[in-house]
């Protein structure tokens, strides 16, 4: 099990940045692949985006494609989600999230084990 926690979150313009970190405590933090959700009011939480272990493959959702970038630090046990050219769309709380085992692209909530608090986004329009 790790424990995470994010950060980050916070109110910005529609066109701006935010970059959230997620802070893992726990077991070896680079064998566990990361995962970002987000969850708006009245909606399921979705896939946002995912990144290996190695941090080598990240797959993305569509609607952040070219506007998010999720990386990692190994030795910092930290995953960081940099978001530019945000959308009021993109108001949400997002989630970090860890999974254990498995490979490949995993995009359902049920894929992960472990979960942050989350931080909420405000994009103003």
């Known amino acids: 099990q790790v424990q995470l926690v994010e950060s980050g979150g916070g109110l910005v313009q529609a066109g701006g940045s935010l970059r959230l970190s997620c802070a893992a405590f726990?077991?070896?933090?680079?064998?566990?692949?990361m995962g970002w959700f987000r969850q708006a009011p009245g909606k399921e939480r979705g896939f946002v985006a995912q990144?290996?272990?190695?941090?080598?493959?990240?797959y993305y959702a569509d609607s952040v494609k070219g506007r998010f970038t999720i990386s990692r630090d190994n030795a910092k046990n930290t995953v960081y989600l940099q978001m530019i050219s945000l959308k009021p769309e993109d108001t949400a709380v997002y989630y970090c999230?860890?999974?254990?085992?498995?490979?490949?692209?995993?995009?359902?909530?049920?894929?992960?084990?472990?979960w942050g608090q989350g931080t909420q986004v405000t994009v103003a329009s």
């Open positions: 999230a860890a999974r254990s085992t498995g490979r490949g692209r995993a995009t359902r909530v049920e894929n992960y084990d472990d």
């Open positions: 990144i290996s272990g190695s941090g080598l493959i990240t």
């Open positions: 726990g077991r070896t933090f680079s064998s566990y692949s």
